[in-house]
């Protein structure tokens, strides 16, 4: 599919990978929706990118939060052509710590933004999607780009709410393609592994180093438009579906950080 002309909706979209994804888009001649929780940064980086963006704040987990955006999406634009799921939330705790077990509500609030909140968006774009004129001659009717972590497989010491919700969304990748296919519509994951992004732009070189250390090569945290590239990649190569790319320069994470 090509992204000229093709709306995608942007879930963490004011910043990070999902606004690099976001200016990648526009470049290309594409529309975006970027849908987050902070209508400042919204503002700012639809402001940025111009008439080919509009924004609308919202809970991924919340059904009417994104219905009204992707309404609003569809209006603006005209259809709804690619999803990339990249709003998330950590929460580093041990299962049992100090203080006696994790709180219940800490894993389940981690789990409901990175997992159901993954799912509620895009089974809500795909209703759209399914409906939307073959942009191929395989019928291609849409593209759906889910963002795990390497912590889906190896995730670290205090990581289990985090892992265990993105290492859901690298195993329900195949069977929603598998159900999403007769639609003509693909669904991928990329599973990144440590980025330049707001949080580590701005953590000391302590915390930043250890990390470079155990990459293997390049010897660099990776760049926010190296994430924008390869979901442009996943959305023009249509044979592209129902797997998880890790996109970590080699990375493997050590049990404890």
Known sequence: ???????????????GLGFATA????????NVMLYDLNADALQTA??????????????????????S???ST???????????????IGGAARTVGKNGPMPLEKFEHIVRVNLVGTFNVLRLCAEVMQINKPA???????????????????????QAGYAASKGGIVAMTLPIARDLGKRGV???????????TPLLARAPDEVRDPLIAITQFPKRLGHPDEFAS????????????????????????????
């Not at 992204?3 to 879930?11: S, V």
């Open 230 to 257: 390869q979901v442009a990649h996943i959305v023009n190569c249509s044979y592209l579906n129902g797997e998880t790319i890790r996109l970590d320069a080699g990375i493997r994470m050590p049990a404890i950080g």
């Open 186 to 196: 693909r669904v991928m994951t990329i599973a990144p592994g440590v980025f330049e």
């Open 1 to 15: 599919m090509e992204i000229r002309n093709k709306t995608a909706f942007i879930t963490g979209g004011a910043s």
């Open 74 to 88: 569809v209006e603006t634009f005209g259809a709804l052509h690619i999803n990339v799921n990249s709003a998330g």
């Open 23 to 30: 200016k990648n888009f526009v470049a290309a001649g594409g």
């Open 136 to 158: 191929s001659e395989d019928g291609e009717r849409g593209v759906i780009i889910n963002v795990a972590s390497v912590a889906a497989f190896d995730g670290q010491t205090g």
């Open 46 to 67: 639809a402001d940025e990118l111009g008439e080919a963006a509009i924004w609308h704040v919202g809970d991924v987990a919340d059904e009417v939060d994104v219905k």
């Open 69 to 71: 955006a992707i309404t």
